[in-house]
C-alpha cells in the first residue's frame, strides 16, 4: 500500500492511496453504477434500475468502500417487495459487503469513531485499530447505533431505537461504491474470498445470534427449520460445537447439503425425524409432550409461521424456539400445550458487533464452507427472484461487482 495523504480538491479531509485526488485521477469516479429503489414491486416486476449516481463522500468517521461483492439476503426481497417499512426512497439495497476502503473521512483517519457501547455483560473489545487505505473490510446489517442508549450502554445495540441500518436508512452494497462509519466495519478473515465472506456478514453473524439466543450448548440437539444461506453456515458452527443437527427443508437439494455438511437427519418438517421422546412429558394441557420432542432448542429461518408449531412439537421441555425473521407470514393459532413446560418462543432481532467479532473469529478456525452462486450486478433483480421461486444453485446468492466507469 502506498503512502496517503490528505486531499484538498473539494473533498476535504480523505485520505486517498498514493496522495491521489479522487475524480480528478481517475482512481475514485465521480459516478458509479448501482441498483436503485424508486418503487416498491414484486420481485417479477424487476423494481430496481440499473442507474448511474455520483459516489457518495466519506464524512467524519466514515469510510468510502470500493465494493467487491454484496450477498443478496431474504431482508433485501423484503425490502424490495415492500413488505418492510422503507424510510425513504430512493434506495439501494444490500448489506452483506465486502471491499476495500479507498478513502477515509477526517475522523476517522485520526481513530475517532462514533461507535456505540460495548456489551455491558462482557468484557469490553480491544479498540479496533484505525482504518487504512487498501483495508479489506465488511459492511453489516448494522451500519450506526448512538451508543448512549439504554440499549446501546446494556450491549443491546441491535435494538436501539435510533439505529440506522444499511440497505434500508443508508444507501447499501448493491453499487460499486458505498460509505460505512469507520465503527461498524468489520474484519475479513483472508481465508475467505470476496464471494466466500459476503454471506457471512448477515446470514452468518445473524445465524450464530440465533444459535446463542436459542440456548444450544456443546454437545446438544438442534433443529434447523428452512435451509437456506443462514442455516448452512449455524449448522457448521452447531457442528464445530458438537451437536446434533436436524434439518427440516422441503428442498432435497438442501437435505442433500446439509448431510454433506454434518447433519444428523434431513427431511420434510411433517416428518418425525427419529428423535427420541424427551423425559418427563405427558403431563399438562392437552398438546403437551407431543411424540418424538426432543430437540434441545431449535431455529427457524423460513418466514413462515405455520413452521412454528411444527417445531415447538419437536423441542422438549424447558427448550428454545428462536425465531430468526425480519418478516412473518403471520402466527398460527396453536394450542398451549406446545409451549407448555416451560419452553421458550422469542425473537431473533439484528446483531451486534460483539456477535459478529465472535462469529467472524469462529468462522475462520471452522473454516466455514459457504455455498455461494454469483451474480453480475446488473443481475441483481435476478438473483432476488431466484431467491424468492428457491432456485439459489447453493444456499447464497452473491452479486460479484466488477467496476465499469
Request: hydrophobic share 40%.
Amino acid at each position: 500500500m502506498g503512502p496517503t495523504t490528505a486531499v484538498t480538491d473539494g473533498r476535504e479531509g480523505w485520505i486517498l492511496k498514493d496522495g491521489k485526488a479522487g475524480a480528478e485521477t481517475g482512481q475514485i469516479p465521480g459516478s458509479m453504477r448501482a441498483m436503485v429503489l424508486r418503487r416498491p414491486a414484486p420481485a417479477e416486476e424487476k423494481p430496481l434500475q440499473l442507474s448511474r449516481v455520483p459516489v457518495p463522500s466519506p464524512g467524519p468517521g466514515e469510510v468510502l468502500i470500493h465494493v467487491h461483492a454484496c450477498g443478496v439476503c431474504h431482508t433485501d426481497l423484503h425490502t424490495v417487495e415492500g413488505e418492510l417499512s422503507l424510510p425513504r426512497l430512493p434506495l439501494v439495497p444490500g448489506h452483506e459487503i465486502v471491499g476495500t476502503v479507498v478513502a477515509v473521512g477526517p475522523a476517522a483517519a485520526a481513530g475517532a469513531g462514533t461507535g456505540a457501547a460495548a456489551r455491558a455483560t462482557e468484557p469490553a473489545a480491544a479498540p479496533a485499530a484505525p482504518l487504512q487505505v487498501g483495508d479489506r473490510v465488511g459492511v453489516p446489517w448494522l451500519h450506526w447505533a448512538c451508543g448512549q442508549c439504554d440499549y446501546c450502554r446494556n450491549g443491546q445495540e441491535n435494538l436501539c431505537p435510533s439505529a440506522r441500518f444499511t440497505g434500508l436508512q443508508a444507501d447499501g452494497g448493491y453499487a460499486e461504491y458505498c460509505i460505512a462509519p469507520v465503527d461498524f466495519v468489520v474484519p475479513i478473515p483472508e481465508r475467505f474470498g470476496d464471494l466466500e465472506a459476503a454471506p457471512l456478514l448477515c446470514a452468518g453473524i445473524i445465524g450464530y445470534r440465533s444459535l446463542r439466543l436459542s440456548g444450544i450448548r456443546p454437545g446438544g440437539r438442534l433443529g434447523l427449520f428452512g435451509f437456506g444461506a443462514s442455516a448452512h453456515l449455524a449448522l457448521q458452527v452447531a457442528r464445530f460445537w458438537g451437536c446434533s443437527v436436524y434439518v427440516f427443508t422441503r428442498s432435497e437439494a438442501h437435505r442433500r447439503l446439509a448431510l454433506e455438511l454434518g447433519a444428523t437427519w434431513a427431511g420434510p418438517a411433517d416428518e418425525p425425524a427419529g428423535l427420541d421422546p424427551g423425559p418427563g412429558q405427558g403431563a399438562g394441557p392437552a398438546g403437551a409432550g407431543p411424540e418424538g420432542a426432543g430437540l434441545d432448542a431449535a431455529v427457524t429461518f423460513a418466514p413462515v409461521g405455520s413452521l412454528i408449531p411444527a417445531a415447538l412439537r419437536r423441542l422438549r421441555p424447558g427448550g428454545t424456539l428462536a425465531v430468526n425473521a425480519i418478516h412473518l407470514d403471520g402466527l398460527p393459532a396453536m394450542p398451549y400445550g406446545l409451549l407448555y413446560q416451560e419452553r421458550v418462543l422469542r425473537s431473533v432481532t439484528n446483531s451486534t458487533r460483539q456477535d459478529a467479532r465472535e462469529f467472524m473469529q469462529i468462522a475462520g478456525q471452522i473454516p466455514l464452507r459457504v455455498e455461494a452462486a454469483p451474480y453480475p450486478l446488473e443481475d441483481a433483480n435476478q438473483a432476488l427472484l431466484d431467491m424468492k421461486k428457491g432456485r439459489i444453485r447453493g444456499a447464497a446468492a452473491v452479486l460479484q461487482i466488477v467496476a465499469r466507469h
